[in-house]
C-alpha cells in the first residue's frame, strides 16, 4: 500500500523571536508535530514546509503529492500569499485532507474554506484544559483518553465562530469555565478538513503522546486512499441520459 | 411589530437582452419576486436593487436596514464588484438574512459564504421538476404542498459542491432522473442562509404561488427580531473571571 | 391566534418526601415550572399534570389537546405506565413538542425517542456550572446571557449517550472540569424535542428567571401552529402519478 | 488482523412460498447477500441466520462474536422475538454495526433504534431506481457509480419518517417522480448503523454488483477494530477528580 503522504507547515516564527518557544522546540513546531505524527503512523511519509521557503514550501508539486496537509501558524497569517492559499483551498476541494491547529483557525485558508470569521475568545493564563470525547465510536476518538487532560493551556472559548461542525468529536473545558468545541469535522468539496484546537507555542502541547495520538488518528480519517472522479470543478452540461449505459 | 425589511436583489440582465424573459418578466424578475414575497407577507415592507444601481443598490445604509436580503444573479455574477460583496458577507455574519435563488448558487457571495465551488449538473431541456418536502416540519416547509409542480424547469443535478446543509428541506426530481436537494438551510455566522433552487428566467416560475410560499416561509425563517448581542467580528481577549457579576 | 398549549408534567414524588425539595418548591416543582414559563410566555395556557393522577394526568383528550408537553421525572420513571408512555410518544411523532428536563434524560419517553440508553455521569456536589451558548441565532438561544450561571448544580457529564443532536444549542461546564452538551434539539416525527439538562430538585433552579427565558423559548420553538398534513403513521401505497392535478 | 465478523440474517419466508423470489433465490436472500458481501470484502468471515432457527440464529454467543450485522426482513417482521430484537438493541449500543436493507426499515430492531415510525410511500410498479451519491467523500460512496442504475426496482418515496441521519450518502429517484433518501448513517450508543433502501424480493438486486460494491462499502465503515472503552450502559457516579492521575 502506498504510504500517507503528508506535509506538515509552520510558519516557524515564534521559534525565531521567542526563548521561551525555541526552547521547547529547538527545531521548530513543525518538526515535533511532525515527530509526533511519524511515532503514530509509520505507514505516513513525512515531510515539513514552512512560510519563509520559496512558495512558502507549497509548490503546486509537493501539493499535489500531498494527501494530508497540517497547519500551524499565527503571527504570520496575512504574510501567507494568496496564491499560496487558493492552490491549498483548491486541492482540498479535490480531497487533499487538511488538519488546522490551533491559532490556526484564523489563518486565510481555514476562514476561506469555512466562509465565517472563525472569532473566539481567548486568554493566556494557567488555565487547566480538559479535552473530552463527545463521539466515541469516531475514527479520530479512538484510543484517545477520556479526558486528555493538558496541565496549562491557552483558554480558547465559545462562541466559536465557525459553521455547524458536520462531526463534533471533542469538547474542552477550562479552569477559568469556559467551553470550546476543540475537536470539529468539516467536508468540504472532497476534502476532509479537522480542527484541533491544542497546540499553543508556550506549552509542550506537541511533546504530549496523546495529542499525538489525536493527530494521527486525524491524519488516517482526513486521507483518503480514492479520491471519487465525481468532478466538481465547474458546472457542467448533462444532456438527457447522459448516464445511459450505450 | 416593525416590518420585515426585505431587500430583492436581480441583476436585470437577462430581462434586457432575451425577449422571451422580459415577455415573462416585463418588469424584471426582481420585481415579480418582490411580488410574490409580499402578497403572503404583508408584515414585510419590500424593496428591490440591481446591477445596474450605484454600488449595485446595496449600499451600507440599504444593507444595514435590510432583515432579509434575496439574490438572483446569473450572467453578471463578475460584474458584482468585491467590495459589495464583501460588504453583503459581513452583513450576513452579523445576522442579515440571505435567499440566494437557482442561478445565484455560483454567485460570489454564495461561494464565499460556502467556501466550496457550489458546482452543479445542468441541463436547459423540457424537463418536469418536482419538489419534495423531506422536513415536514421546517418552518420552510409550513403548509407547502407535496410534492410541488414545476412543468418545466431547467435541470439542476447531484453532485452539487456545497458543505452538508445544517437542515435539508427539499429534494427535487427532473423527468430525465436527476435528484438535487433543492432547499439547503446554512448558518454562517449569527445570519440564516437558504438556498432554493427553482427559478429558471425562461419559464415562469416566479409567478408560481407555491414558490411564492416558499419564499415567504425562507423570509420569515432567516429573520431574527433579536440579533444575538454576542460579538463575533474578531476575537477577544477574556480576562479570568470575566463573566462574573460584580 | 390560539394560545399555546403547554402540559407541565412532574412525577412529583422528592417534593412529598424530601423537606429540602418542598422547601424550595411548597407547591410541587411542576408547579413552578409552570409558573416560570408563564411569566415569559402570556400567550401560552399551562396546565399541570402529575404522576398520581389517573393515567398520570395524561388522558388521549389532555395530549391531544397539549401543543407541547414539559417533563420532569426522577425516582418515578418506572412508574410510568407504558400505555401512557405509548401515547404520548404517538403524539410527539404527529407533531406535539416535547421538552425534557434534567433527570428525565432516563425517562421511558425520552430513551424511546432517542433510541439510545441516555446514560451519563453524575455528581452531586458542590459544582458550579455554567451554560454557554454555542448557536446564537438559534430561537431557543434568543436573549439568553452568555453564559448562564448556575451557582450550585449536579454535575452531568459527558459522554452523554445520545444520537448526535439535530442542533446543539448549549454546552455546560461544571467547576469540577466535566463538559456537558445540555441544550440539545432533535425532530423525531413530526414532533420537535428539546432536551435541557439543568433543574436537580435540591438547587432553586426553576426559581431563576434566565432558567425561565430558556424554558419559553423552548416552549415558543417546540409549537407549530400547523401540523404538517403528510402522513406518516403507516406507509402507504402510492399509485403511479398520484400527486397529478386531475 | 482479525477478520471482521459478519453476520448476515434474513428472515427467508418469501422464498419458501413465492416461486417468482425463490427462481431468483434458490438458497435464499440470506446466502445471496453473504456471497455478493464476501465477493468484495475477502477480510470479512460471513455467516448467515434466519428467523426459523433457533434464537432466530441470534444467540448472544453469535452475536458477540459479531462485528456487522445486516437485516433483511419483510414479512415476518412481528414474528421476530422481543427478546432478540432487545439482544440486538443492546449490541449496537455497545458497538456492533447494523447494516438495514429495504423493507428492514420497519423492522423493530430499525424502529426501536430510531425512535419514529420509520414510514414511507411504496410502489409496486416499473419504475426505474437510480442512486445517486450526494457524499462523494464518504467511505460507503467510495468507487460507487454515479448513479447507479436499477432497471427496475419497488418504488420507495418521501417522506420516509426517519431521524434526519447523521450523514446522508445517497438520493433515490424513481420514474415515477419520487426521490428517496436511500442510503443514511446514524450512530446510535457506540454503534454504527446504515440504511440502504434497494433489495426488493422480486427483482434481482442481490445479483447486481455495484449492489454488493455498496454492502462491502458499509460493513467496512460500520466495523470497529477497537470499541471504545467508555461505559455507556448506565449513568455512573463520578467523584470530583476522578480522571486525576494519581
Known amino acids: 500500500m502506498r504510504p500517507i503522504e503528508v506535509t506538515v507547515w ?16 529547538p527545531d521548530g513546531m513543525h518538526a515535533a508535530i511532525a515527530r509526533l505524527i511519524g511515532a503514530r503512523l509509520p505507514e505516513a511519509r513525512i515531510r515539513t ?11 503546486s508539486a509537493v501539493l499535489d503529492a500531498t494527501d494530508v496537509l497540517t497547519w500551524w501558524g499565527h503571527r504570520g497569517h496575512d504574510r501567507v500569499d494568496n496564491t499560496i492559499v487558493a492552490r491549498i483551498h483548491q486541492r482540498v476541494l479535490d480531497g487533499m485532507g487538511l488538519i488546522v491547529l490551533h491559532s490556526g483557525h484564523e489563518s486565510k485558508i481555514f476562514t476561506r474554506l469555512m466562509g465565517t470569521r472563525c472569532s473566539l475568545r481567548w486568554r493566556e493564563g494557567d488555565d487547566r484544559e480538559l479535552v473530552w470525547t463527545v463521539a466515541p465510536s469516531h475514527p479520530i476518538a479512538r484510543g484517545v483518553p477520556q479526558p486528555i487532560v493538558l496541565p496549562r493551556h491557552e483558554m480558547y472559548g465559545e462562541f466559536f465562530d465557525i459553521p455547524v ?53 486525524a491524519v488516517a480519517w482526513a486521507h483518503q486512499a480514492e479520491i471519487s472522479p465525481i468532478m466538481t470543478r465547474r458546472s457542467q452540461h448533462a444532456p438527457a441520459g447522459w448516464f445511459e449505459k450505450t
Chains 1, 2, 3, 4 share one sequence.
Open 10 to 25: 509552520g510558519e516557524n516564527l515564534h521559534e525565531q523571536t521567542d526563548a521561551a518557544v525555541r526552547e521547547l522546540y
Open 49 to 59: 514546509a514552512t512560510l519563509d521557503q520559496p512558495e512558502h514550501g507549497l509548490t
Open 165 to 217: 461542525p458536520d462531526e463534533l468529536v471533542f469538547v474542552s473545558s477550562f479552569s477559568g469555565g469556559e467551553v470550546f468545541r476543540s475537536g470539529c469535522c468539516f467536508v468540504r468539496g472532497k476534502g476532509r478538513v479537522f480542527y484541533f484546537s491544542p497546540g499553543h507555542e508556550t506549552f509542550p502541547i506537541y511533546h504530549q503522546p496523546e495529542i499525538g495520538h489525536v493527530l494521527a488518528n
